[in-house]
């Protein structure tokens, strides 16, 4: 190696471990378009103070907003050649590298409940209260919400005319894997940024555990009707577990439990939208946990056709889903497909829950 490869060989391997340890846009290569959108609002001068940033996985929608929080408070941030403004940040001085720690108290993260997957009204209070003090240091003060869409009705509501007009030297980024549900009028606050990534579900998706266990089931049991049985009331069980924390969680922040000498009509209406935000979001989750079942069989279909393995939603469940794929034919599989697409438009009717999830689950093939 001449001297000339050999410095151009160290300068491109220190580049290399600074990046691993130190992100910044320049590392998120298959965002150029997103990062493009968000460089070209510094470089005018035009910082929104809402950005939705929407993709199909949690993880990327994260490091984006970690990226942006970083950028706006760096110490030292790549600036541009043209305006000068800061488009990019070092991810080595000490703010960045706070940040990307999650201890600068200036970055606010608000993210669901872990057991109710809700983002509930107390939450989004306890942040606005701190909305209008003061930053610690950095720049600007940064408020993250992660899982955006788990707003319930309330909790958006109370979020509303934050979003509207924050205070000065604040901006506020709703992350989500899912912006339809979120309202129309938070949307129509926000400057929306789509990320490219493709979609993947990962080992944390919610439901998840609940996944694995039904490839255990079919690989331990014969495939008879026993196994079915299993799986049915496995999947039963999970509903009936994300009830009770929907149902705990949603009541513990209803006005019922506050106040105690409410008047019998407002006590009545105060009980009918709780039950009413509980079926709502009970509701959302059971089609989560079926879109899950969809996408797994989707996986079985596709390796059916011996289709590129980079196409799975479930990479880690390959093997499983490889395994019941080397069983079946193309046809049935697809036949699965349909099977639980029938299942997610009959639970949105007011079909017996139970007896829905039964009939499908004996009809798919495995
Ligand atoms: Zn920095």
Redesign the pocket.
């Known amino acids: 190696m001449n001297l000339e490869a050999k410095q151009r060989f160290s300068l491109n391997l220190d580049r290399s471990l600074r990046y691993r340890s130190h992100m910044a846009f320049a590392d998120l290569p298959n965002e150029e378009a997103a990062v493009e959108i968000f460089q070209e609002s510094l470089n005018r001068d035009r910082l929104a103070h809402a950005y939705l940033i929407a993709s199909s996985s949690t993880a990327s929608v994260e490091s984006f907003a970690l990226e942006i929080a ?1 950028t706006l ?5 790549l600036r541009s050649s043209e305006t000068e403004a800061g488009i990019d ?9 706070q940040i990307a720690a999650y201890q600068q108290a200036d970055v606010t993260w608000i993210r669901p409940e872990s057991k109710s997957r809700i983002i509930t009204i107390a939450q989004i209070r306890a942040v606005l209260e701190t909305v209008h003090l003061k930053a610690h240091g950095a720049a600007h003060k940064i408020f993250i919400v992660v899982g955006a869409e788990r707003m319930n009705l309330q909790a958006s509501n109370a979020f509303l005319k934050t979003l509207e007009e924050p205070p000065a030297g604040s901006v506020i980024l709703l992350l989500t894997t899912d912006p339809h549900r979120l309202l129309d009028t938070i949307l129509s606050r926000c400057l929306r940024i789509s990320l490219s990534t493709a979609r993947r579900i990962s080992p944390e998706s919610d439901g998840y555990e609940w996944l694995t266990r039904l490839c255990e089931r079919i690989q331990h049991q014969r495939r008879g009707a026993g196994t079915r049985y299993h799986i049915l009331s496995d999947m039963l069980e999970c509903l009936t577990e994300r009830k009770t924390v929907i149902e705990e969680t949603l009541s513990a922040s209803s006005p019922l439990e506050i106040h105690d000498d409410l008047e019998p009509k407002l006590r009545d209406r105060y009980k009918q939208e709780l039950a009413a935000s509980i079926e709502a979001e009970y509701r959302k989750q059971r089609a989560d946990l079926v879109g899950l079942l969809q996408w797994f069989l989707r996986d079985i279909w596709l390796q059916t056709l011996k289709a590129n393995q980079a196409l799975l939603q479930l990479p880690d469940l390959a093997p499983q889903t490889g395994e019941i794929a080397s069983r079946i034919k193309p046809a049935a599989a697809l036949k699965n497909l349909n099977i639980a697409d029938g299942l997610q438009r009959q639970l949105n009717t007011n079909v017996q829950e139970a007896l829905a999830i039964e009939v499908a689950l004996l009809k798919i093939a495995l």
């Open positions: 970083k408070n760096c110490e030292t941030p940040s070092c991810g080595s001085c000490v703010t960045c590298r």
